[in-house]
């Protein structure tokens, strides 16, 4: 393909430019601005993209399972279809290697495929019927048909970290489009070039497919996401990036006359706790591994591991100087812009200069890349009102803390802030011993791993990508996987419809094979049959 850049939004179908602000794309090692300028969407300009989202709503979620998993299967197509000059332009943007972003676009275009296997498959109806019971006594029971759909046009905010996976095309307008929701979608201004590349392949998708023009639209700027989550169109968020982000768009959309859910995810340290027979059998090579983790995508991942913990023992001094040594050995990276570097050196400095918390390993210096860091904390920390371990500091950085005795270890883990995931180096016998730290953990994070590191994040249907608060705004969902697309779905009940009149999933035929819930058993045998 031939990369080609206008850089004006994306509304019903059309490109529009009628803003006056400019914004310039930055290649992210040279600081060289892109050419082309991206034109800031107006007050009209974001009214038309919701606009155009709702005319395209009642359309849309009124596709058949095929025509919409066909529409997903063509969004992964076009995204295949992006070549070489494509992947360099996106590299030139984020500073992220090749490998990586050809990784990232094959992710990006599975999920796609993953939810149009889901929108055939058709359990995400959730179809419930009760039969009507005319002889019950006292009082008849009238026939009771319940599935879901749609909750109407859904706004989705790019990620910085991830500029495919968890941006345009990323898991959230996948959720939403597999919904029956049309999307309008916020692009992330470290990534413009990107964004408009993988919109275009998009569009591509829309024309082909025969879906409304207004199923998706694109809008740029920097201050147009309060309108956007505002705007009376707008049926529920997706949002992906810092605590204060989020919660600001959480409060703007509980504020709202009509408040709406926003699915934030937002901040995690990730713990990782050491337990002393995986110390014993293996901590040498948890060292190396646990170094590899941190600095993994220049610790610009959402389950980068912030934070890990101990009980003092000789095992545990010995891990600790074996981490040290891997992490002094990691190299500094460029991140994915300027602002993400500001940030992260702002939080290697808060946590230099806290009381009981010293640097024990740093891999080189840079003042134009991240340097890993290891610190060394007070366990008093852990339980300071103030948690200033458990602010997360976003690059390849983490903190280990040495715990006077499993009781803190308890403590600290039943009163610990929600997290992503929660990870033990455990073997047999950790575990038989820690059952009530596991069920602590559960309260606490979406995901548990053993044996692992949380920088890996499958893309399938058991996958949980949330967790209790300020990991995200609502624990009840998940960014990856296939559970996601619940968040954009609402239940709705008929009662008493004549057969010819219901939706298909709900007919007596169950004309798409779907297993249902009928009469409290779950079966596919049309009603009546």
Do not use: W
Not at 294 to 320: D, H, K, W, Y
Not at 336 to 364: D, E, F, M, W
């Amino acid at each position: 393909m031939s990369i080609q850049i206008l850089g004006h939004n994306y509304i019903g179908g059309q490109r529009s430019g009628e803003g006056e602000v400019q914004l310039h794309s930055v290649d992210a090692t040279s600081g060289a601005l892109f050419e082309t300028p991206f034109v800031t969407a107006t007050e009209k300009e974001v009214a038309a993209a919701v606009h155009a989202a709702e005319q395209a709503y009642p359309t849309y979620r009124a596709t058949t399972s095929a025509q919409r998993a066909a529409f997903l299967e063509a969004i992964a197509d076009e995204i295949d279809a992006l070549g070489d000059d494509f992947i360099a332009a996106v590299s030139r943007e984020t500073a992220l290697p090749a490998a990586r972003l050809t990784g990232e676009r094959s992710r990006t275009s599975n999920q796609m495929r993953l939810f149009a296997k889901v929108v055939r498959r058709g359990d995400f109806y959730g179809a419930r019927i009760d039969s009507a019971l005319p002889q019950r006594q006292p009082l008849p029971r009238p026939d009771i048909r319940q599935y879901k759909i749609g909750v109407g046009p859904v706004a989705v905010f790019g990620a910085s970290n991830f500029p495919l996976a968890f941006s345009v095309a990323g898991g959230d307008t996948a959720a939403a489009l597999a919904a029956g929701c049309p999307v309008v979608f916020k692009a992330h201004t470290g990534h413009l070039v990107t964004s408009e590349l993988v919109a275009d392949a998009i569009e591509r998708a829309v024309r082909k497919s025969g879906v409304p023009a207004g199923t998706f639209n694109m809008i740029y700027g920097d201050r147009v996401g309060a309108q956007l989550v505002k705007s009376a169109g707008i049926q529920a968020v997706g949002f992906t990036g810092s605590l204060r982000g989020g919660r600001a768009l959480c409060d703007m959309a509980a504020a709202r006359p009509q408040p709406i859910p926003v699915f934030a995810e937002m901040s995690s340290i990730n713990p990782i706790i050491l337990l002393p027979e995986a110390l014993k059998v293996r901590g040498d090579a948890i060292a190396k591994d646990l170094a590899a983790s941190v600095v993994v995508g220049c610790g610009q991942l959402c389950t980068n591991p912030g934070l890990l913990m101990g009980v003092r023992s000789p095992e545990l001094t010995a891990f600790i100087e074996q981490l040290s040594a891997a992490v002094s050995g990691q190299s500094p990276a460029t991140m994915l812009n300027s602002g993400g570097l500001s940030h992260y050196n702002s939080g290697v400095a808060r946590l230099t200069q806290l009381p009981g918390v010293k640097v024990i390993a740093a891999g080189g210096s840079s003042y134009t890349q991240a340097v890993p860091h290891l610190f060394k904390a007070d366990a008093a920390l852990l339980f300071s009102k103030e948690a200033p371990l458990e602010e997360e500091v976003f690059g390849p950085s983490t903190v280990i803390v040495e715990l006077e005795s499993r009781e803190q270890l308890i403590d600290f883990a039943a009163n610990m802030h929600g997290q992503l995931t929660a990870t033990l180096q455990a073997e047999i016998g950790d575990l038989q011993g820690n059952q009530d730290l596991i069920a602590l953990l559960e309260q606490k994070a979406g995901r548990l791993l053993l044996n692992g590191y949380p920088t890996g994040v499958e893309v399938c249907d058991a996958m949980v990508h949330g967790g209790p608060y300020p990991a995200t705004s609502d624990a009840r969902g998940t960014s990856v996987g296939t559970l996601a697309i619940e968040r954009f779905l609402r239940p709705v009940c008929y009662q008493n419809y004549p057969d010819s009149m219901l939706p298909v999933p709900l007919q007596n035929a169950n004309p798409l094979g779907l297993l249902r819930l009928v009469d409290g058993e779950q079966t596919r045998a049309a009603i009546g049959a």
